[in-house]
């Protein structure tokens, strides 16, 4: 039987939903988009997919599993043209399917037309039925195909005009990356959820959710849009940018991105990641101190809020436990007898550092608690003689909506127990999550631009999910 072990493992993870990239006028598109997917795998697993224009015909190949597999030289030779938009998927909007996987590409009655979608739109049911009824069909289950119907059905007549109607209509988080034969156009929703940076390859222009992105095709990073930008790229004729809807009073950038999902070596929000998941370690240090030998992280997503940890303490940072980069699938029967060999494939404990020792683990999350729970008793196992468990973002109480893969909200461990039965039912000597004001204070003076409505349940108004998208009453 094959068997998913990366299913299975990341099952107690929190999953970004989607990664963009986009690069206009350069001969090498479809390889240079391959790159920056390849650098933006992190951030979607399922499928990926590009799309290039040569200024009259798009071509497009998507397909299930990683960039690396998906594509081939001679895949890439087919996707000709100057300009290509590419995206990596993890489904949380529809299934993991390959009629969902994007870029989405349609004829339309301005030709052809591409989408790449970062986010989660939060009405797209009434949408969908509206479109329904009125004739549309749909091929996959996912928002981001309700805006490219929208875009379709548009009775504007430019590209630019058409994107800012279809986008009037709907609520929620995008960033996307649009493509007819000639133009391409980036947006960020009002409320900026999700990231976007635009930069240059000598005459080129890139845009991506990460500017890891950039680094990668050798680009150079100018900036990110602002909620509610538009920029407008066309074949003949100067890049413009305009606001194409007034940024949202109070903005809800997702702070999950700077504290999980993005790579530590990206921007984001104009912002170091690693220095922020640092300044996180030192806080967390200070809010909740521990008498201890050694430091430690989850690898590899805690490694950095473990070093800044350590830094304020003064506690050395060691590697106690040790990540297996090469999981993926394998041939195991998933018998009851081994049910744990998930975690035991993912890490291993290193004794030599942990026998004998009051150790610090540090982690980013903790959503179901069940990877936690088995992984303290491994290390508890290798010898460790206390273990003080220190989480780097506050108790994860309530779904995402926006773009994030949460489980159903009777599975998140901190929706349903105590801080004290958690520390319980993980099995540690102690527990300690960052305050929301001390992870705030870590963005400095931006910190009123953040969503924070996994932590407290507070939804902002302009984005209130619909009863058929928010699961909370049915889960209670
Ligand atoms: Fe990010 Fe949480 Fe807000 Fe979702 S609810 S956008 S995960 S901060």
């Known amino acids: 039987m094959r068997y998913n072990i990366n299913a299975m493992y990341f099952s107690d993870k929190l999953?970004?939903?989607?990664?963009?990239?986009?690069?206009?006028?350069?001969?090498?598109?479809?390889?240079?988009?391959?790159l920056g997917l390849y650098a933006l795998q992190h951030r979607g697993q399922e499928s990926a997919g590009i799309c290039t224009s040569d200024g009259n015909k798009h071509c497009h190949h998507v397909g299930m599993g990683l960039v690396a597999d998906i594509f081939n030289m001679?895949?890439?030779?087919?996707?000709?043209?100057?300009?290509?938009?590419?995206?990596?998927?993890?489904?949380?909007?529809?299934?993991?399917?390959?009629t969902n996987a994007q870029p989405i590409c349609v004829n339309s009655k301005i030709g052809p037309l591409a989408l790449a979608h970062n986010g989660n739109l939060v009405n797209t049911d009434e949408l969908k039925a509206k479109l329904v009824q009125?004739?549309?069909?749909?091929?996959?289950?996912?928002?981001?195909?309700?805006m490219v119907h929208l875009m379709a059905r548009s009775r504007k007549e430019t590209l630019p005009e058409i994107v800012i109607d279809a986008l009037s209509q709907v609520k929620g988080a995008y960033s996307i990356l649009v493509m007819s034969k000639d133009t391409m156009i980036a947006v960020r929703d009002p409320m900026g959820f999700r990231p976007f940076c635009i930069g240059q390859v000598n005459d080129a222009w890139v845009l991506a959710s990460e500017t890891c992105a950039f680094d990668m095709v050798g680009g150079k990073y100018f900036h990110d849009l602002n909620p509610g930008e538009m920029v407008i790229i066309p074949k003949n004729g100067e890049i413009q940018s305009i606001q194409a809807f007034p940024p949202a009073k109070k903005l809800q950038q997702c702070i999950f991105e700077l504290v999980y999902f993005a790579r530590p070596d990206s921007l984001v929000y104009s912002q170091s990641v690693m220095?922020?998941?640092?300044?996180?370690?030192?806080?967390?240090?200070?809010?909740?101190?521990?008498?201890?030998?050694?430091?430690?992280?989850?690898p590899d997503s805690a490694n950095c809020h473990a070093i800044g940890f350590a830094e304020q303490?003064?506690?050395?940072?060691?590697?106690?436990?040790?990540?297996?980069?090469?999981?993926?699938?394998?041939?195991?029967?998933?018998?009851?007898?081994?049910?744990?060999?998930?975690?035991k494939l993912k890490h291993n404990a290193v004794s030599s550092v942990l026998n004998g020792k009051r150790v610090v683990v540090v982690d980013d999350s903790v959503v179901r608690g069940t990877t936690s729970r088995k992984l303290m008793k491994m290390i508890r196992a290798a010898g460790a003689r206390?273990?003080?468990?220190?989480?780097?973002?506050?108790?994860?109480?309530?779904?995402?909506?926006?773009g994030v893969d949460t489980p159903d909200p009777s599975k998140l461990i901190a929706a349903n127990m105590t801080v004290e039965q958690i520390r319980e039912y993980i099995g540690v000597d102690s527990i300690g999550y960052i305050s929301i004001e001390g992870m705030l204070s870590c963005v400095g003076t931006h910190s009123h631009k953040f969503c924070t409505s996994c932590f407290t349940g507070k939804y902002p108004e302009e984005a209130l999910p619909n009863c058929e998208t928010c699961k909370t009453c049915s889960s209670k």
Not at 275 to 298: M, T
Not at 388 to 394: G, N, T
């Open 15 to 34: 999953h970004e939903e989607c990664g963009v990239f986009g690069i206009f006028g350069h001969p090498e598109a479809s390889r240079l988009t391959y």
């Open 74 to 98: 001679d895949t890439l030779d087919r996707l000709t043209g100057d300009m290509a938009i590419g995206h990596v998927r993890y489904s949380t909007a529809g299934s993991s399917i390959i």
């Open 134 to 146: 009125e004739g549309a069909i749909f091929s996959g289950t996912t928002d981001s195909e309700v």
């Open 275 to 298: 220095q922020f998941r640092k300044a996180i370690g030192h806080q967390l240090a200070i809010e909740h101190p521990a008498k201890a030998d050694v430091v430690i992280s989850i």
């Open 313 to 343: 303490s003064g506690i050395p940072y060691d590697m106690g436990l040790i990540r297996n980069h090469y999981i993926g699938r394998t041939f195991i029967e998933p018998r009851q007898s081994i049910r744990d060999f998930g975690v």
């Open 386 to 402: 206390e273990i003080h468990l220190r989480i780097a973002s506050p108790p994860y109480t309530d779904p995402c909506y926006y």
